[in-house]
């Protein structure tokens, strides 16, 4: 199977930009998800389809891919988006199989 | 606004088969727009995809866990289950269960998650 790299830590102060990266062989060819995951709570889907934000997803968040890389930014970070952010793809090597990322631990302080 | 919820024991022993059910409380598990599945978090690890299934029974599972695993739907139940044989350590996890929504590239993707059940294999 293939894999999903992201760094495993991104340090921001508050109001500055945090961008994380995400790097996959499907990503050309197929969307990434972004979800965020506050520390004892489920998932939450915050960017799809590459760019798209759901309903109550704060402006702040955005997203965006070139090539073989995915990227979610924060602008202007708060405290609140302290959390574990995870990329979502397909497994280039199985289409039926899907795989996350390894997490990025996103620190506002 | 729909909700998930995972249900089923705590605490299993190893080499045993563990079972959940995730109860879906609208009628969204009976429509062609969705798959429903399982992802599991081990404490202090990230997130692994396990498998998929659709209204009509069709099922697709990880790989790495396909020889263990079984899932099944009941629609008019409003549930679908997960069982996972011959459990071991490895498999101590939050389970989370989830709906999950084609794109136009054919990516399943989680849109909406239960809040999880953490699952224990020990003796």
């Known amino acids: 199977s293939s894999e999903l790299t992201q760094p495993p830590s991104v340090s921001v102060s508050p109001g500055q930009t945090a961008r994380i990266t995400c790097s996959g062989d499907?990503?050309?060819?197929?969307?990434a998800y972004w979800y965020q995951q506050k520390s004892g709570q489920a998932p939450v889907l915050v960017i799809y389809e590459d760019d798209k934000r759901p309903s109550g997803i704060p402006e702040r968040f955005s997203g965006s891919s070139s090539g073989t890389v995915a990227s979610l930014t924060i602008s202007g970070a708060q405290v609140e988006d302290e959390a574990d952010y995870y990329c979502y793809s397909t497994d280039s090597s199985d289409e039926q199989n899907f795989i996350f990322g390894p997490g990025t631990k996103v620190t506002v302080l | 606004q729909l909700q998930l919820l995972e249900s089923g024991p705590g605490l299993v022993k190893p080499s045993e088969t563990l079972s959940l059910t995730c109860s879906v409380s609208d009628d969204s598990i009976t429509t062609i727009n969705y798959y429903w599945g399982w992802i599991r978090q081990p404490p202090g690890k990230g997130l692994e995809w396990i498998g998929r299934i659709y209204f009509d029974g069709r099922t697709f599972y990880n790989p790495s866990l396909k020889s263990r695993l079984t899932m099944s739907v009941d629609t008019s139940k409003g549930q679908f289950s997960l069982n996972l044989s011959s459990v071991t350590a490895a498999d101590t996890a939050v389970y989370y269960c989830?709906?999950?929504?084609?794109?136009?590239?054919?990516?399943?993707?989680?849109?909406?998650w239960g809040q999880g059940i953490l699952v224990t294999v020990s003796s």
């Open positions: 499907a990503l050309p060819k197929k969307y």
């Open positions: 989830a709906r999950l929504s084609p794109d136009g590239q054919l990516v399943w993707a989680p849109h909406f």
